[in-house]
């Protein structure tokens, strides 16, 4: 069994329940698994809805972890995915003093190279949003330091299998259509 | 059927739900945010028996006794807050002895959710990772929607707790009312198709192996599968060990059984798991009590590992095949393609260690030359009067792992204790439940001094209801269970466990319980067959050697072979 360590994003497919989150978070914690980002919402199926959840573990005890989730009734599908089996995504804004910004003289630069753009700007203050990975967003951070970040946040991660189809489709697919066998079956029974 | 239902409430539409599930006995208890469903139980005709505890852990340990015997969801009614979070620890309990519960909570209003009103607890937050689904009722029109699913998700798959949080609102708004059973949840799979490449893989290990051996669990009961693990056994010629709560899935009797397995169990499955070659682990989840320290467990076999539950496969001990599926389901497939086998000297070689078992610990116990009676005689004792046919319940400790190993057992569903969690207090209210459903049967309690004072209330349940429980206390005046570690592991530092008893004769008296106190031998045969001479409730007080110690034992951090016979003797071959 691999013992290493990994990042592993953890993406949870649910029927809209209440109280399914803290559930689902309960999973981890319970062994002491940290949650290093969060995001939840819909998904591109209707009446699905998404969780994605970082954490941090081997491959072993993330395994566990899923196969617990997937036991919440209210749970359709639970996968696991290293870095490299996902595109993702994160969503960072930064608040700067305007001024400060723009005696720098070099924001145009700035903004080119770290594939930023401004979102609102006024006497005051500016704030900038970049998106990518928490190393790109954290590098835009620090470089933004030198004129001074009043508020910066960064999103949980959200991410997309590199599989063609939504990974629960065809699970649904399959559902459906046993849930019509059962039905015709007990049509049959009833005649 | 165009007859359109009249209106009712829902907690009317609860009462109706439940006996549409087939319903015969709840326990509860009343308060004021679930006095709708008492206010509609008093004018309810059917044929569903309320059960009025003393506490509410009494009525969630009577539900799970009777869940149990029957196989069916113990159904549990107790109102909001301190009413809700006393029955968590049952539920718990519940969690991990795959019992099937419906825990039905009163709720303040939905206006005073969330605003700490009176007896107001978030009771579907505390039991979220403790139920296997709960729910808040919100509206009268969904009672019958949740009541259904609740049933459904109890019973189905790995059974296990359910909460329904009835809030005020649903309890009294007016609904239609039409109960369909729930049959299918798209996002829930409880009867899992076996991997026909796992099944085909199993079928060539049993059929290559010459030392195999079957440990089986709660699951083979839960799934009815008594009758398909015996032919499965018959004709592998597979010796075969039980936990705790796998006992009286086989008759004591039965020609390949070779008795309980893990810390307490008997040395010839235990010492036999690190020799097989094969080992089939059915309906049971590696519990650490049952295996010791675990990178000492079977190591040298190959793993089959069948349950229902996918999760638990390879959670604890690796499996080279893995099947995930019904028990009995599973079993008949494998004993349909296995070439059938031959392994005369492997069982026979599980005499020696049981030989050893019953010289150095077994008659000892159940036959001491002197001194007091011992818990193994009196368990001993009860098991020839009732010719192996009662229930047995136990509660937690010393009495538990007696009840365990020295009863006998003829009938499945025969044997109610608390596994996974170890709930002091389990076995009185659990011994009700079970008596409950099971009327025809004896039920016979084992329980100690300690556990027995920890749910003492329900005598008064025995009483009002009149439920013919036969308690045996073994009493030692100890929290026996913890003396023996602190004896064993703590240099005898006896640290508040030895505990004075009150005068159990008054308090039987004033239950109106009829009460007999045993101390010597000679009187201990007798006074078990006055017990079991009628179907009255009886508590027998019988005064055992007071420093008594469970033996064999595994002690923590060993692995599974390694046994204490004796506090200064251990196995050897």
Redesign the interface.
């Given at each position: 069994?691999d013992n290493t360590v990994k990042n592993y994003t953890v993406s949870i497919f649910?029927?809209n329940q209440?109280?399914l989150l803290?559930?689902i978070s309960?999973v981890f914690t319970?062994r002491n698994l940290s949650i290093w980002s969060l995001s939840a919402g819909a998904s591109s199926i209707e009446g699905i809805h998404n969780i994605t959840i970082i954490t941090e573990a081997t491959e072993r005890r993330i395994r566990?972890a899923v196969?617990?989730i997937?036991?919440?009734?209210?749970?359709?599908?639970a996968f696991y995915y290293t870095d490299e089996q996902i595109v993702y995504r994160e969503l960072a804004l930064y608040k700067v003093p305007t001024d400060k910004l723009l005696d720098g003289g070099n924001l145009e630069d700035l903004l080119a190279r770290n594939n930023a753009r401004i979102v609102e700007m006024n006497r005051t203050f500016t704030v900038i949003q970049k998106t990518g990975h928490t190393h790109e967003t954290q590098r835009l951070y620090e470089e933004l330091q030198e004129v001074g970040v009043l508020q910066f946040v960064r999103s949980g991660r959200i991410a997309l299998s590199r599989s063609a189809q939504e990974p629960v489709q065809g699970f649904?697919q399959e559902?459906?259509a046993?849930?019509e066998r059962?039905r015709a079956a007990r049509e049959q029974q009833e005649k | 059927m165009d007859q359109k239902d009249q209106k009712i409430n829902g907690s009317q539409a609860l009462w109706r739900s439940l006996e549409a599930e087939g319903v015969h006995t709840v326990f509860g208890y009343p308060g004021g945010q679930i006095m709708p469903v008492y206010d509609a139980l008093s004018t309810y005709s059917g044929d569903i028996r309320h059960i009025l505890v003393r506490h509410e852990q009494g009525a969630i340990h009577a539900a799970q006794g009777y869940a149990r015997v029957t196989g069916e969801p113990g159904v549990v009614i107790v109102t909001s807050g301190p009413g809700a979070t006393n029955v968590v620890t049952g539920i718990v309990d519940a969690m991990s002895d795959s019992t099937p519960l419906v825990v039905i909570t009163g709720q303040v209003a939905l206006a005073a959710l969330g605003t700490d009103a009176f007896q107001e607890a978030d009771v579907?937050?505390l039991t979220?990772?403790i139920t296997?689904?709960?729910y808040?009722i919100r509206r009268a029109e969904d009672v019958a929607w949740a009541v259904s699913r609740a049933f459904y998700?109890a019973r189905s798959g790995r059974p296990g707790p359910v909460v329904l949080d009835f809030t005020k609102d649903a309890q009294t708004g007016l609904t239609d009312f039409q109960y369909k059973k729930c049959?299918?949840?798209?996002?829930?799979i409880p009867d899992p198709e076996p991997s026909e490449a796992a099944l085909d893989e199993a079928v060539r290990l049993l059929d290559a192996a010459e030392r195999p051996l079957c440990v089986f669990g709660q699951g083979v009961l839960i799934s009815h599968a008594e009758a398909q693990l015996q032919a499965f056994l018959r004709k592998g010629d597979i010796p075969a060990g039980s936990t705790m709560l796998g006992l009286s899935a086989l008759p004591s009797d039965f020609p390949l059984y070779q008795g309980m397995i893990g810390m307490h169990g008997n040395v010839a499955p235990n010492v036999k798991t690190g020799e097989c070659d094969v080992l089939v682990a059915v309906g049971m989840r590696f519990d650490d009590r049952v295996t010791g320290k675990v990178s000492g467990y079977a190591p040298q076999a190959k793993v089959i590992h069948i349950d229902i539950?996918?999760?638990e496969l390879g959670?604890i001990i690796?499996a080279q095949v893995r099947i995930c599926g019904d028990a009995g389901q599973v079993l008949a497939v494998l004993t349909e393609r296995m070439a059938g086998g031959s392994h005369t000297a492997w069982v026979e070689s599980f005499r020696a260690c049981a030989e050893t078992e019953r010289e150095k610990v077994i008659d000892p116990q159940i036959h001491p030359a002197g001194g007091a009676i011992r818990m193994g005689e009196a368990v001993d004792c009860v098991a020839a009067v009732t010719e192996g046919k009662a229930i047995v319940v136990t509660d937690v400790g010393q009495n538990q792992m007696m009840g365990a190993r020295y009863s006998r057992f003829a009938r499945p569903r025969s044997f109610i204790s608390s596994g996974g969690l170890g709930t002091m207090g389990f076995g009185l209210p659990a011994a009700i439940g079970a008596k409950l459903a099971a009327s025809e049967r004896p039920v016979c309690l084992f329980v100690g001094d300690g556990g027995i004072q920890m749910t003492l209330q329900e005598l008064g349940t025995i009483m009002q209801e009149g439920i013919g429980v036969k308690i045996v206390l073994l009493n030692n005046n100890w929290l026996g269970n913890v003396r023996q570690w602190q004896e064993l592991f703590f240099g005898c530092r006896y640290s508040q466990t030895r505990m004075l008893n009150p005068d159990y004769g008054k308090i039987a008296d004033a239950y109106g319980i009829r009460y007999r106190s045993v101390e010597d031998r000679a009187g201990l045969e007798p006074a078990v067959r006055e017990m079991f001479s009628d179907d009255a409730p009886c508590l027998l007080d019988v005064r055992v050697m007071e420093e008594d110690n469970v033996m064999p034992m595994v002690p923590p951090g060993r692995s599974v072979g390694e046994m204490m016979l004796t506090e200064k003797e251990w196995y050897r071959k």
């Open positions: 069994m649910t029927e209440i109280g803290a559930q309960n319970r566990e196969l617990q997937e036991k919440r009734v209210d749970v359709v599908k649904l559902r459906q046993e849930k059962r | 579907t937050g979220g990772p296997k689904w709960n808040q998700v049959t299918f949840i798209r996002s829930y539950d996918r999760a959670k690796p």
